[in-house]
């Protein structure tokens, strides 16, 4: 009835996700609506961090010198994390770099959605019969780390390289693989201007369901599906996108928030696209202001 706060979405199949079937949980929080300030909707993702070691199914040689392929098949020799302080100081600094970006605190964008002419369920004050303003949404994100598999979203393998000489782009990291040095930046040429790229940041986005910025802009060198250059948007103005060779929170990386807001107004179906992204607050609106009106597009199967 109304809205609902929080969604859970546990992963019942750790270790076998699949890029278009993201887990995460959300929480709409709206205590704090009134006639100037937006509602929140949070994405918290937990992450179990995994040591590669021998033991792992994927590792092969012997246990002195252990090898492993990378996402493009290249054989990368790799040794044991020295101990476990070592490995938590990874995870520590990983998410710490996933929330720096992605919650906006780095000045890489904060994001808002508009909340649709037709949706009635943030309009304030809230659960009143008569109304004045239609909030909005403010974007937050969360990552943390669980060593309790039953509360993990995703679980992350992350390999030890035996030093730093091949840099972050050395190894090629995946959604679900990565390497000791992928906290650290690698910076790009194109279309004349330099981004940062930082591996840790651009995999989160995939964690919560982001496709490279070359598919999602459909650049016509980027075939669907692939991730080649052309998907990074190399060569284009997206290239400095998170999801491309940079690390800018732009429009296109709302689609996480936009497929699960819906989900929160069971009463008032609506579809992602909807929920127009900003990059910039977008103040409550006052319902005198526009035509507010119904509209039921049904259940969207973009839902995530
Ligand atoms: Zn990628």
Redesign the pocket.
């Known amino acids: 009835m109304g809205l609902i706060k929080n969604i859970y979405k546990t992963n019942n199949n750790l270790g076998n996700e699949q890029l278009d079937k993201p887990h995460f949980d959300s929480c709409l929080a709206t205590s704090m609506v009134n006639g100037q300030t937006n509602a929140e909707l949070t994405i918290t993702l937990r992450i179990l961090f995994h040591a590669v070691t021998w033991e792992d199914d994927d590792v092969y040689g012997t246990p002195s010198s252990m090898k492993i392929k990378d996402v493009g098949g290249a054989e990368f020799k790799i040794v044991e994390w020295p101990s476990s302080n070592v490995f938590d100081e990874f995870c520590r600094s990983a998410v710490w770099q996933a929330n720096h970006y992605w919650n906006g605190y780095a000045g890489n964008g904060k994001l808002w959605l508009k909340t649709p002419d037709y949706v009635h369920g943030l309009d304030w004050p809230l659960g009143a019969a008569k109304t004045t303003h239609r909030a909005n949404i403010w974007c937050r994100f969360r990552c943390e780390r669980t060593k309790d598999a039953s509360k993990a979203h995703i679980k992350v393998r992350v390999v030890r390289l035996p030093d730093k000489s091949s840099g972050p782009l050395g190894f090629r990291s995946?959604?679900t693989l990565w390497d000791h040095v992928d906290t650290l930046s690698a910076s790009f040429s194109s279309s004349g201007s330099k981004s940062m790229f930082y591996t840790v940041v651009?995999?989160v986005?995939?964690c919560i369901g982001q496709r490279?910025i070359g598919e999602v802009q459909q650049l016509p060198a980027c075939i669907t599906g692939g991730?080649g250059n052309a998907c990074?948007g190399e060569g284009s103005t997206f290239a400095s996108n998170v999801?491309g060779l940079g690390s800018k929170i732009e429009l296109d990386n709302a689609v996480t928030w936009q497929r699960r807001v819906v989900r929160h107004f069971p009463d008032s179906p609506s579809l992602p696209q909807d929920w127009k992204p900003s990059n910039s607050k977008v103040a409550p609106r006052l319902l005198s202001s526009f035509a507010p009106h119904s509209h039921d597009p049904g259940m969207s199967p973009d839902a995530w």
């Open positions: 995946h959604m651009h995999e986005g995939h490279h991730s990074y999801m």
